[in-house]
């Protein structure tokens, strides 16, 4: 029996709940099984409960490790002391690098949440409630600094979440640009607009 | 066996659609039944049958009712003489209606798209694609006449598709806000920014 080989910096459990993500993207997380995943790993499913206890407790590995690395990034990104713009500007490039480069948990994250199991699912929605409550707070100091207009602080946190959650359907296309460029762009878009 | 009753200006077909839509959105395409449609309608299912032929038939016309929408829209709109930001706002505006005033069809068309048979799936992908062309096209065009910063355009074209597709999430918040401020709001947002 094959068994579950992780590389370098990677715990068992770290790949098992990467591979996981790949598998509920693509096959959607209520149909995909214990056993599509041992076989997307290369392992006897048997071998999958010495390190994982469910299909459930993945998905709860993937949810809120996403969550806490937005959680943190804002926490960290609120404490300093740059102006509110730059803190915006850094908000958008942080939701921009985990679609871009951790794109399968993000989107499981995004769309499964749903399948999370209370106690679990109360807490989640809690935390996305408070990352968006920070936001808008942020928004509403920079109006107030004069930093930014004074507009609806709720329209422009959904307007920013939802252009890079948008990110999800660029992966369709992969048009032949840079995520530099891609990246830049987008800031720019959200931060000043595009009327010359 | 209760009749199929719609109201002043609405046929019997586009009563049975828009009960469908708000079904398909509440418990999702593959899921529904017609059995379900005939109870949210009020009628015995076969009573349904009089007047459409099958639940896939339905979906087509939720898909291609809502993508006609749009593409006569953009169709009229570019026609028009208005300086490109103008069109751009227009665009912006008309996409926020639909998200706002016809929510369950909008979103049956975004998610449900993919339970499309052939040839209509591949006829309802081509409309879209088309429909982002000229969208770019136009963005191409103001930057050319120096409207609109010269940005790439698939990502402006994708910011605003995302950011207005994203007031599906704004119908779980239902803020304390009026609808044309969230549009003024928004439209604002996505042509010229937040920063003062």
Redesign the interface.
């Known amino acids: 029996m094959a068994r579950i080989k992780p590389g370098k910096n990677t715990t068992r459990k770290e790949l098992i709940t990467r591979k996981a993500a790949t598998l509920f993207k693509s096959k959607g997380y209520a149909v995909a099984s214990m056993r599509d995943l041992a076989e997307s790993i290369g392992v006897e499913a048997p071998s999958l409960y010495n390190h994982i206890g469910s299909k459930s407790e993945i998905l709860r590995s993937i949810c809120f490790t996403v969550a806490g690395s937005f959680t943190s990034h804002l926490e960290q990104t609120l404490q300093g002391t740059d102006p509110i713009?730059h803190k915006?500007a850094a908000i958008i490039r942080f939701h921009i690098g985990m679609m871009l480069n951790d794109f399968d948990a993000v989107y499981v994250s995004n769309h499964d949440w749903k399948h999370l199991d209370e106690p679990y699912l109360s807490d989640f929605l809690n935390q996305r409630r408070e990352y968006e409550r920070k936001f808008v707070q942020l928004?509403q100091e920079?109006a107030r600094r004069?930093?930014?207009?004074d507009?609806?602080p709720?329209?422009?946190v959904?307007?920013i979440?939802?252009?890079?959650?948008?990110?999800e359907?660029?992966q369709h296309?992969k048009?032949n640009?840079s995520t530099d460029?891609?990246e830049n762009?987008?800031v720019?878009?959200?931060?000043?607009?595009?009327?010359?």
């Open positions: 713009l915006v928004i920079g004069g930093e930014i207009k507009t609806d709720y329209v422009v959904l307007t979440l939802s252009a890079v959650r948008g990110l359907f660029w296309h048009k640009i460029n891609l762009n987008m720019d878009h959200l931060l000043n607009g595009i009327a010359k």
